[in-house]
């Protein structure tokens, strides 16, 4: 198997690979971890806290990252050969991440004085914020782009470990929560000076011209836009419930919604290390390209469906062990919810490993808006009738809308790797 990927692939890779198992490791198996501790701690109102303030740090995340995880990266991957655009792309992201950190601090001032339930909990939503912007200035994208991911994995694997740790030493009470968020949003700010410094060390950023950070903006918007949309059913819609519904019910969703986004990562190291691979490749021959395409989402979607079936099967066993006695509602969200690995699997092989790297970004966004418009249409009508059951209903509902798309799509323009030849 090991020859086969890297006759197929190179070795690069195979190191890649290895890289993302790493990391996706630990984001798998932390928070499987943190779910029992912090379930049995903070109870299901505090936990509800805690993910609605936290979901709406995703979107902190989404204004700041603006899709450079993916349109950079597509760039880096591009020209890792040429050091002097590297250059220029880096110093570019870096400029226009510092504009847009301060769109997202004004951003979130505005959510604090309109929002009731935050400006009551102050303390859980700034640790929120914190949390988002941590995320958002990771150098991972950078180091995903040339193929070299090991010392930036170790530092983020070293980083999460200790705020882990930390979780345990003084979260111990329900009004801890904004503990949680905070201790991992400095472990994350922690990770990102340390893959900065890095980064620095392998490509001195240029400082760029206004036009070159335009530049850069323009071609992270599809993808900023995509992400944003894609937010709203997949890590937003703890947010989107704490609207509408008590902490408690959020709670319930929020810790079936763990259990399941836990799941759906176990893809995430080949879809990490396939990324950079098919940029490079769909700029050399497009044939190429689909055949590795369509190896792709078969993989994926054999994969995502055995973890599906798992995860339905023992969704009460999974929440009475991870969750407590005190999330029994838990059990028929999870088992709504564990349609999402193989729905997400699928997604991600066919957009981001296939529509990205061919540069696709005005497709992705008719699959932002039209995924955003059901997902919210969806929302309004279940979810202030059926409460956390309507929301998980919303996201899988919402996801298979999303795919849908993107197929329709690509059968239009012709460009389906199965009908590639």
């Known amino acids: 198997m090991l020859s086969w990927l890297r006759a197929s692939f190179g070795l690069s890779f195979i190191g890649s690979v290895s890289s993302f198992s790493v990391a996706h490791a630990v984001n798998v198996l932390l928070p499987l971890l943190m779910i029992p501790y912090l379930a049995r701690v903070l109870g299901a109102e505090s936990l509800g806290l805690v993910a609605f303030s936290q979901s709406f740090g995703f979107y902190v995340t989404r204004i700041v990252e603006f899709g450079f995880d993916l349109s950079a990266a597509r760039n880096i991957a591009r020209h890792r050969d040429d050091p002097a655009s590297l250059s220029d792309i880096l110093g570019c992201v870096l400029t226009a991440k510092l504009i847009l950190l301060a769109v997202a601090a004004t951003a979130a001032g505005l959510a604090f004085l309109l929002i009731p ?39 983020e694997v070293t ?21 949680y968020l905070a201790l991992h949003g400095a472990a994350a700010l922690a990770a990102a000076a340390i893959g900065l410094g890095l980064a620095r060390r392998t490509t001195p950023p240029a400082v760029p011209s206004a036009a070159a950070v335009a530049r850069t903006m323009r071609e992270g918007f599809a993808m900023f836009l995509f992400r944003v949309s894609e937010g709203l059913y997949t ?45 490079h490749l769909a700029r050399r021959s497009r044939s190429a390209a689909a055949a590795t395409g369509r ?9 995502g469906l055995m973890i599906s079936l798992t995860l339905w099967l023992l ?3 999974a929440v009475d062990l991870l969750l407590g006695p005190g999330f029994r509602p838990s059990v028929a969200d999870l088992e709504i919810l564990a349609l999402l690995p193989v729905l997400s699997a699928v997604t991600q092989a066919i957009g981001f490993q296939w529509m990205v790297p061919l540069g696709l970004d005005r497709a992705f966004v008719v699959v932002a808006f039209s995924s955003g418009a059901a997902y919210m249409a969806l929302a309004s009508v279940l979810t202030p009738s059926f409460g956390d059951i309507g929301m998980a209903t919303t996201v899988i509902l ?23 030849r």
């Open 159 to 179: 980083c999460k470990a200790a705020a882990a740790a930390a979780t345990m030493l003084v979260v111990r009470q329900p009004e801890d929560g904004w503990l």
């Open 235 to 279: 890590v937003g819609a703890p947010f989107l419930l704490g609207l509408m519904a008590p902490p408690q019910v959020v709670g319930y969703f929020a810790g079936a919604e763990r259990i399941a986004r836990a799941a759906v990562r176990l893809t995430g190291p080949l879809g990490g290390a396939v990324f950079p691979h098919m940029s």
């Open 315 to 317: 969704a009460p066993v």
């Open 117 to 155: 339930a935050f400006h009551a909990h102050h303390a859980v939503f700034w640790s929120g914020f914190l949390w988002g912007l941590g995320q958002s200035l990771s150098m991972v994208w950078f180091f995903q782009g040339i193929e070299r991911l090991w010392t930036v994995v170790a530092a």
């Open 398 to 420: 919402a996801e298979a809308f999303c795919l849908a798309v993107m197929a329709l799509l690509l059968r239009a323009r012709r460009l389906d790797p199965f009908s590639m």
């Open 295 to 303: 190896l792709t989402i078969t993989l994926f979607a054999a994969v």
